[in-house]
Every structure is written in C-alpha cells, then in structure tokens.
C-alpha cells in the first residue's frame, strides 16, 4: 500500500526557512517521481518542485527557484529545502507520486498536506 506522509509544516518569518519532509512507503521510488504540490485559501493548486529519480532531473516553479530545493534525503524520503521564505509562499503544501512529474496535478497518490504560514 502507498503511503505518503509530510512533516515540518509551521509558522516562520519572512526570509526563514523550513524544511518539509515526505516520508514514502509502498512503492519503489526509482520509477517514480516524487512531487511539492501548495494551495493557498484563495488560489488553484500549483506544482512547486519535482525529482524524477529515474533520470535524476529536478523541475521547480519559477517562483522558487534559486530558493527551495527538493532532494532524496534517504531511501524513503524526500524533502523540499525552503529558503528565504516569503508571505505569498503561504499555503497547505502537498506531497504526491507519480510515475512522471506532472505539474499540472495529475499524479496517482497524495498525502494529507502540511501547512506553511509564511507571517511576521
């Protein structure tokens, strides 16, 4: 059974970090992809980061570039490094799996979300 499970949602500053963590059980993630998904109360849902870890190639959303990192921090975690925080990155930030990076929300599993505020 697939399973997925965020951790390290909160409360931060502006330009403070966070670092979210998705702990994945169920699958073999060499054939898939692990994708940040965030919506804020008054937005669509948005891709933010992808890893396809078959050809080990990462996709990020204009607006987090150069600021939040997904990466493979152990053999069943993926985590999205978030740095130089800003309000509008606000929102429940989601983790799902696919077999491709698909940014517009078409993936196969979800986890339940994890909420970032983003205030002073």
């Known amino acids: 059974q697939v399973q997925l499970v965020e951790s390290g949602g909160g409360l931060v500053q502006p330009g403070g970090s966070l670092k979210l963590s998705c702990a994945t059980s169920?699958?073999?993630?060499?054939?898939?992809?692990i994708a940040w998904f965030r919506q804020a109360p008054e937005k669509e849902r948005e891709g933010v980061a992808c890893?396809?870890?078959?050809?080990?190639?990462t996709y990020y959303e204009d607006s987090v570039k150069g600021r939040f990192t997904i990466f493979r921090e152990y053999s069943n975690i993926v985590s999205l490094q978030m740095n130089n925080l800003e309000p509008e990155d606000t929102g429940v930030y989601y983790c799902?799996?696919?077999?491709?990076?698909?940014?517009?929300?078409?993936?196969?599993?979800w986890g339940k979300g994890t909420q970032v505020t983003v205030s002073s």
């Open positions: 169920g699958f073999t993630l060499h054939y898939y992809s």
């Open positions: 890893i396809r870890f078959s050809i080990d190639k």
């Open positions: 799902a799996a696919g077999l491709i990076c698909n940014m517009d929300g078409d993936m196969d599993y």
